[in-house]
């Protein structure tokens, strides 16, 4: 008579663990993932922000300056930043796909942008030793050559909206209209300085220059403060950014090095 042979089987306890142990593992890596794409995306969105608050909000300002590397901080911060919040898009989608591909896209896009964010970060940082010199330059040209020309009216604007605004007379000084054009060629009729030097602008109220009555300060000095303040904030804006995108770009290369050993 013949006795079935009772059928085992084997389990192995520590490749079960193993692969809990990497599921769950590959699960955590998600989450972190989708949490720092949300945190991201903030900075994304407050980047793009302050891009376009610098063009829309100062860009009749901008017009008086020389140099373009202010416009061109402002511009980078604001294509940067749109880029972060598709890059996040994308990101998003990779991890829910689990597909490797895009998730090598998304990790070599963070890569980019972060070139771009240390390159707008460091413009905006050493530029702001030279803003000062520069809007000294470029004001005194505006104001004494430009101003009231008829050929040169977006100046006049940018001139009276800026003088208006900060409550300043002229690019260091309210003297500093005595050496122009607009003196010289009298196109000043009676005025001792344009009515947007006055407290209270009216008609006219540019005849008296006294204390009471305008404005003794430069705005050169008021405008390369605030100048200053801004390229500050972008290149913070912009090295926080960056240092956010580090931390990005490792999380998506171990995702990538987690799927490939799975599938392995």
Known sequence: MTMALPSYSYHHP????????????????KFFLYMYNILLLMFGLCGLAIGLWTLLDRGQFLSLLTSS??????VLVLVSGALVVAITVLGCFGISREGRGLILAYCGLLAITIIVQVA???????????????????LNNSF?????????NLTTEAVDDLQTSLKCCGAESYEDWRNSLWWSMDLKDNNKVPDSCCKTVSRFCGVRDHPSN????????????MASDHLLLIGTIALVICAVEVCGVVLSARLVKKLNNLED
């Open 120 to 138: 707008v970060g460091a413009t905006a940082y050493l530029y702001r030793a030279k803003v000062h010199q520069e809007l000294v330059v470029s």
């Open 14 to 29: 520590a490749q079960e663990k193993k692969t809990g142990s990497e599921c769950c593992s590959l699960s955590c890596l």
């Open 214 to 225: 305008i404005y003794y300060t430069g705005c050169a000095h008021k405008l390369s403060r």
């Open 144 to 152: 004494t050559q430009e101003y009231g020309m008829v050929q040169f």
């Open 69 to 74: 590397t202010y416009h061109i901080s402002s």
